[in-house]
């Protein structure tokens, strides 16, 4: 069982726990994500394992609560266990010194790309890091992505802080005044379909993690399929990180909006017990 050490909110829906995991805190590296399970009656569910400390043996994840499951691991106290953790799982992000790297996050993207910006800008590389939300209040990480990044650019649909637009248009800003050698996107299918075509657009290589639906973390199940470059891949395995620019984004999105109707009642039958 795997104790809950800490939690704090960074906003009502969007939750940072730190969880007790020695192990995973020893061997986890950049893009690595864990699998788990709230009880054992529970579905299992991926998360991308945002830092780690291992002195303390803890891993760090962030929560947004969307489903059944994620509302009952934000419901979790300190002192609280998981049933079941298992990790780390996936291909770490490849990290090498490149040049000037784009690091694009989206809502809770920001999460996964907070190590991976860690990692760009210790292996000697310039960063420059843009995070995006809907609003102010769901901006996260931004002092943690401002320790490991030479700019920031916040971006927010309404303007509530920072520049008023799209990812999209912060990425064409900063690339339109330097040369950008790679760029990491992480966040919503939708928004790393757009923010893909940018990067395609100016031909600067890309790699995107893809958000879709894990279940057992071995690629046997084959929930998690999506294609790239033509052939059939699973992200649990052979990613999370994949070319962007070879990614059918388009299949993806319909794939994700397949348990809709589902999570829906699940999620009415969930509000009626509390």
């Not at 788990?36 to 291992?54: A, N, Q, Y």
């Not at 320790?147 to 650019?153: A, H």
């Not at 990613?239 to 984004?249: L, M, Q, Y």
Request: aromatic share 4%.
């Amino acid at each position: 069982m795997n104790k809950v050490v800490s939690k704090d909110y960074f906003s009502e829906n969007v939750v940072r726990l730190e969880i007790e995991a020695p192990r995973i805190a020893k061997s986890r590296r950049a893009g690595h994500f864990v699998i788990l399970r709230v009880d054992e009656k529970g579905e299992r569910i991926p998360l991308t394992i945002s830092s780690s400390d291992t002195a303390k043996g803890t891993i760090t994840l962030v929560v947004q609560k969307v489903g059944v499951s994620s509302k009952k691991l934000c419901a979790l106290k300190p002192g609280d266990c998981i049933s079941d953790l298992v990790g780390p799982l996936g291909q770490a992000t490849e990290v090498k010194k490149t040049g000037t790297v784009l690091a694009c996050g989206g809502g809770v993207g920001v999460a996964p790309l907070l190590p991976i910006v860690e990692a760009n800008k210790k292996a000697g590389n310039k960063v420059i890091s843009i995070i995006a939300a809907r609003s102010k209040d769901l901006i996260i990480l931004e002092d943690q992505i401002r320790e490991f990044s030479d700019d920031v650019i916040v971006m927010t649909d309404d303007g509530s802080y920072g520049e008023k637009g799209l990812i999209t248009e912060g990425m064409e800003k900063v690339i339109a005044r330097e040369k950008v050698d790679e760029a990491v996107i992480i966040g919503p299918a939708i928004m790393m379909k757009f923010a893909s075509e940018v990067t395609r657009k100016h031909e600067i290589p890309s790699i995107a993690s893809l958000n879709t639906i894990m279940v057992d973390g071995t690629g046997m199940c084959g929930a998690c399929r999506v294609t790239v470059d033509g052939k059939t891949k699973f992200v649990c395995v052979d990613g999370p990180e994949f070319d962007a620019h070879k990614v059918d984004f388009d299949e993806m999105l319909m794939r994700l909006s397949g348990y809709r109707d589902f999570e829906k009642e699940a999620n009415e039958r969930y509000q009626k017990d509390q």
